[in-house]
């Protein structure tokens, strides 16, 4: 069984930071795409960004050039770092993984999600 355990939610002014973490646990041979994704309330969940395990990334319009992720594959860790943050920003923040089993087969796992808000 494998899990992802966020952290790093909270409470922010406008134009602050944010850093979030999400770190998988459990027995599975490696991990492939590593990202979050995010829902505000009355709205469809949405694409934040990507990672690959080799490093290639992609990110969502709405945070282009603001947002920046990164994994530490050793640790299965990705990180989000937000910075520019506006009230739209507002939402939980879900992490993501596509995991590759001990069985030899691949699966999505998604984590409890955290809260952020942004205070205008």
């Known amino acids: 069984q494998v899990q992802l355990v966020e952290s790093g939610g909270g409470l922010v002014q406008a134009g602050g930071s944010l850093r979030l973490s999400c770190a998988a646990s459990g027995s599975f041979r490696s991990i492939n795409t590593m990202g979050w994704y995010r829902q505000a309330p009355g709205k469809q969940r949405e694409l934040v960004a990507t990672i690959t395990s080799g490093g290639s990334t992609n990110y969502g319009d709405s945070v282009k050039g603001r947002f920046t992720i990164s994994r530490d594959n050793a640790k299965n860790t990705v990180y989000l770092q937000m910075n520019s943050l506006n009230p739209e920003d507002t939402a939980v923040y879900y992490c993501?993984?596509?995991?590759?089993?001990?069985?030899?087969?691949?699966?999505?796992?998604w984590g409890q999600g955290t809260l952020v808000t942004v205070s205008s």
């Open positions: 993501n993984a596509e995991v590759y089993a001990l069985s030899l087969r691949y699966f999505e796992v």
